[in-house]
């Protein structure tokens, strides 16, 4: 497995953007499809945006066309940029490594805070 970090969640007016970034730790990393899901507590987690280890990507619905997710192994990082933010898209957003394509995690970190409002 991989040690997750995630940064760059922070409060945003609706239509803004923001870029949240995940540094994986380990020499792995390299091997595992990576993902973005949110998930406050108490609400049921929905994956956002994943990312295979040779670049190929996939979006759920609701992000198509805002989000935009990349990886780089070299640096052994994954970035989840968002414009058009809603205020729907307020959730607590987590990296995961993949164990299981499209939304079975094995690992994740702590997570980061994004909020939009007015």
């Known amino acids: 497995q991989v040690q997750l970090v995630e940064s760059g969640g922070g409060w945003v007016h609706p239509g803004g953007s923001l870029s949240l970034s995940c540094t994986a730790s380990g020499s792995r990393f390299v091997i595992y499809d990576m993902g973005w899901y949110r998930q406050s507590p108490g609400k049921q987690r929905e994956s956002v945006a994943n990312v295979r280890v040779n670049g190929t990507t996939t979006y759920a619905d609701s992000v198509k066309g805002r989000f935009t997710v990349s990886r780089d192994n070299d640096k052994k990082t994954v970035v989840l940029q968002m414009t058009s933010l809603k205020p729907e898209d307020t959730d607590l957003y987590h990296c995961?490594?993949?164990?299981?394509?499209?939304?079975?995690?094995?690992?994740w970190g702590q997570g980061t805070q994004v909020t939009v409002s007015s």
């Open positions: 995961g490594s993949l164990v299981n394509w499209p939304d079975e995690f094995g690992s």
